[in-house]
């Protein structure tokens, strides 16, 4: 890839250090009822493509990926950013960045396979961070919490960007959202987008293809965003904190919402959830002592919760599943740095990949 400026092929993870190094004190922001935000944005397109993006103490995005044998690293042109990254890719080497500038509008850059893009400004003005979803190639979704504390959103197809749309927010509360937006995909052409409401309910609107259905209410009682993630057209699987720091799920069949049920534990973060096949489901989040846990659904039914080792974190986990075989995990340590973990059949551990990282995560 195009500006790098470290390449450690085939060492392992940890041997990735000083280069990413900078100095910077550190002061942690909390979200929703104090839990500790996400900071990162991961995703891949193969075992052998892993990416994350983050926000460095230069205010400067770094962007580092998994090549099958080691981990190269590059950083971004442009800086001034206060947005955490919110990275996606609509296929193999294709990847869409976006994040807030001072302004708080939103600014993109693409990754075409050979070079990235200048920065452009895509307008609005936001108090959330960005969502970005996308269904097919060259189609992108964004969505943002405006100014007026209600849903916004925006769309690239063939023909480019459109503008942003008001999507409106709690119907009983002057149209209010309570967080930022969570969004997913079931398949083509459809969108399912979830916020809190004013009352801390979980709130639903989707797109069927041709139209926005109206805002429902899914209820609950949230101390924490939404994660949601999708492993089938008629399938959507909703991850929250309760209000006594359990975790809280909610599954859409194509018919009807199971309604919020405690999968327990007590965490501390906002939640990370990803499919790796049908019916299959990996949540993790920060128990107490900001340690990373993990609980699985193996397709009949709920793992006890693990312990992903002894390493203490500053931000929430970010997961990427990339096939049935493969999971990688990011976050920010206790000292600031980047660290990766990842699974094949088993954990392989926690290794520290350098940097020196911030935290701007808005209430996300």
Same mark, same amino acid.
Request: net charge negative; hydrophobic share 35%.
């Given at each position: 890839?195009?500006?790098?400026?470290?390449?450690?092929?085939?060492?392992?993870?940890?041997?990735?250090?000083?280069?990413?190094?900078?100095?910077?004190?550190? #002061?942690?922001?909390?979200?929703?009822?104090?839990?500790?935000?996400?900071?990162?944005? +991961?995703?891949?397109?193969?075992?052998?493509?892993?990416?994350?993006?983050?926000?460095?103490?230069?205010?400067?995005?770094?962007?580092?990926?998994?090549?099958? +044998?080691?981990?190269?690293?590059?950083?971004?042109?442009? +800086?001034?950013?206060?947005?955490?990254?919110?990275?996606?890719?609509?296929?193999?080497?294709?990847?869409?960045?976006?994040?807030?500038?001072?302004?708080?509008?939103?600014?993109?850059?693409?990754?075409?396979?050979?070079?990235?893009?200048?920065?452009?400004?895509?307008?609005?003005?936001?108090?959330?961070?960005?969502?970005?979803?996308?269904?097919?190639?060259?189609?992108?979704?964004?969505?943002?919490?405006?100014?007026?504390?209600?849903?916004?959103? #925006?769309?690239?197809?063939?023909?480019?960007?459109?503008?942003?749309?008001?999507?409106?927010?709690?119907?009983?509360?002057?149209?209010?959202?309570?967080?930022?937006?969570?969004?997913?995909?079931?398949?083509?052409?459809?969108?399912?987008?979830?916020?809190?409401?004013?009352?801390?309910?979980?709130?639903?609107?989707?797109?069927?293809?041709?139209?926005?259905?109206?805002?429902?209410?899914?209820?609950?009682?949230?101390?924490?965003?939404?994660?949601? !993630?999708?492993?089938?057209?008629?399938?959507?699987?909703?991850?929250?904190?309760?209000?006594?720091?359990?975790?809280?799920?909610?599954?859409?069949?194509?018919?009807?919402?199971?309604?919020?049920?405690?999968?327990?534990?007590?965490?501390?973060?906002?939640?990370?959830?990803?499919?790796?096949?049908? #019916?299959?489901?990996? !949540?993790?989040?920060?128990?107490?002592?900001?340690?990373?846990?993990?609980?699985?659904?193996?397709?009949?039914?709920?793992?006890?919760?693990?312990?992903?080792?002894?390493?203490?974190?500053?931000?929430?986990?970010?997961?990427?599943?990339?096939?049935?075989?493969?999971?990688?995990?990011?976050?920010?340590?206790?000292?600031?740095?980047?660290?990766?973990?990842?699974?094949?059949?088993?954990?392989?551990?926690?290794?520290?990949?350098?940097?020196?990282? !911030?935290?701007?995560?808005?209430?996300?």
């Amino acid at each position: 890839m195009g500006s790098i400026l470290g390449r450690y092929v085939g060492l392992d993870p940890v041997s990735l250090v000083d280069d990413l190094a900078l100095t910077t004190s550190y #002061n942690p922001i909390a979200t929703l009822a104090g839990s500790i935000s996400k900071q990162l944005s +991961t995703f891949s397109w193969s075992p052998t493509q892993v990416h994350s993006f983050s926000l460095h103490a230069n205010s400067q995005f770094y962007h580092i990926w998994w090549n099958g +044998t080691g981990f190269d690293y590059q950083i971004l042109p442009g +800086t001034g950013w206060t947005s955490s990254p919110e990275a996606v890719s609509w296929g193999p080497n294709h990847i869409d960045l976006f994040a807030l500038d001072r302004e708080n509008s939103c600014y993109h850059t693409t990754w075409d396979g050979n070079s990235w893009s200048s920065w452009e400004n895509l307008g609005g003005e936001f108090t959330s961070s960005i969502k970005a979803v996308s269904w097919g190639p060259g189609r992108i979704d964004l969505f943002g919490r405006g100014l007026d504390m209600a849903g916004w959103h #925006n769309t690239r197809d063939a023909s480019g960007w459109y503008q942003w749309s008001s999507l409106g927010g709690d119907p009983h509360v002057g149209g209010w959202l309570n967080s930022g937006i969570e969004a997913v995909s079931r398949g083509a052409n459809l969108l399912d987008f979830f916020a809190l409401g004013i009352d801390n309910t979980c709130l639903h609107r989707s797109w069927d293809g041709s139209n926005w259905s109206q805002w429902t209410s899914l209820g609950g009682s949230l101390t924490g965003p939404i994660c949601a !993630v999708s492993w089938g057209l008629d399938r959507l699987d909703l991850f929250s904190k309760g209000p006594s720091n359990e975790l809280l799920h909610n599954s859409w069949d194509g018919v009807n919402w199971s309604g919020w049920g405690s999968l327990g534990g007590t965490i501390i973060s906002d939640i990370s959830c990803v499919s790796r096949a049908p #019916n299959r489901l990996d !949540v993790f989040a920060l128990g107490i002592e900001n340690i990373a846990f993990q609980r699985r659904w193996n397709g009949n039914n709920w793992e006890e919760w693990v312990r992903l080792g002894d390493t203490r974190f500053f931000s929430a986990i970010t997961a990427s599943a990339a096939g049935e075989s493969r999971l990688d995990l990011f976050a920010v340590g206790i000292d600031n740095g980047f660290y990766h973990q990842s699974w094949n059949g088993s954990w392989g551990g926690w290794a520290w990949l350098g940097g020196s990282l !911030v935290n701007n995560v808005r209430n996300t």
